[in-house]
């Protein structure tokens, strides 16, 4: 009885967790999946007719969508490396007895909600906020000049909103490397560029692994910034899904339109660790 209950305890352990993610992950995925396959209307309902040029169509109808809403995800995403990395270098060490401190102010604005913190990156970029206006009375921007209703609005929010996805996993890998190895690396006359690049930064691709999958996903799939701060020219596919299902009650097309979004971000996912290399990451990890 013993062995058995040995046995079972890992799988009990599980049990909760596995239950969760089947009964609101599993379930609703299978459910959207055979709604991607089906035709109809609200009115008259759905039936399951295994079409699949809900997929081809929504492919070649939205595929402009598709890849301005990549583009902006990879901008966003490098944004954010550029951003992040020094913010957790800094911290890490830099930080001393006060890490907790500036990890907490970092994080503080994003107490706040997703959309308030939206509306409030709207204001500041508006043509007469705090920035702008400003530097067009004193003739250092044209009278023309705006931000609003373009990509680079839609860029900068999206890098905001989510610029702490990318900087705690890098934080978190720095934290992890031992000072000593630093520290052999300059006993071992190596300049503070030479440390850096072949030792922290090699050290520090784990985090920096995790961040742009934890960034470039959600980014990618984001609709709100583009409502926003953008303008018609800078629709995501996010909208184009939102706006099929809640205004258009479009729900296989926008079913189809979701998992072809996970399908191509998957993909990129997949390519992006076998170019980086995912066992020399989890070797560096490891270390």
């Given at each position: ?70 583009w902006y995800g990879l901008v966003a995403t490098i ?63 044209p009278q023309g000049f705006h931000v609003l209703d ?138």
């Open positions: 009885m013993a062995g058995l209950r040995g046995r079972l305890a890992p799988y009990l352990m599980i049990l909760p967790g596995g239950l969760w993610l089947a009964a609101f992950f599993l379930v609703p995925l299978v459910l959207m999946v055979s709604l991607s396959l089906q035709t109809g209307n609200l009115i008259d309902g759905f039936q399951q007719t295994l079409h699949w040029r809900n997929y081809t169509d929504g492919l070649s109808t939205y595929g402009d969508k598709f890849v301005r809403s990549l944004a954010c490396i550029v951003i992040a990395y020094p913010a957790a270098y800094w911290i890490a060490f830099r930080g001393g007895r006060a890490k907790s401190t500036y990890l907490f102010l970092l994080l503080l604005p994003y107490f706040v909600s997703f959309i308030l913190r939206t509306v409030s990156w709207k204001l500041v970029l508006t043509d007469n906020g705090p920035i702008l206006g400003p530097l067009r009375d004193h003739g250092v921007l373009t990509g680079v609005a839609v860029v900068s929010g999206l890098a905001y909103n989510f610029l702490p996805f990318m900087v705690l996993p890098i934080y978190v890998a720095l934290e992890r490397i031992d000072p000593r190895v630093v520290e052999a690396a300059y006993d071992l006359y190596a300049s503070r560029a030479q440390a850096f690049l072949r030792v922290i930064l090699p050290l520090s691709l784990p985090g920096v692994f995790a961040g742009v999958i934890m960034t470039f996903v959600p980014v990618s799939s984001d609709y709100v910034n583009a409502e926003v701060l953008g303008g018609p020219q800078n629709t995501m596919i996010g909208n184009v899904i939102q706006t099929e299902y809640f205004n258009n009650s479009a729900y296989p097309t926008a079913s189809a339109l979701s998992f072809a979004l996970m399908a191509i971000l998957l993909v990129g996912i997949f390519a992006y660790a076998r170019t980086l290399g995912t066992q020399d990451v989890l070797e560096a990890a490891g270390r």
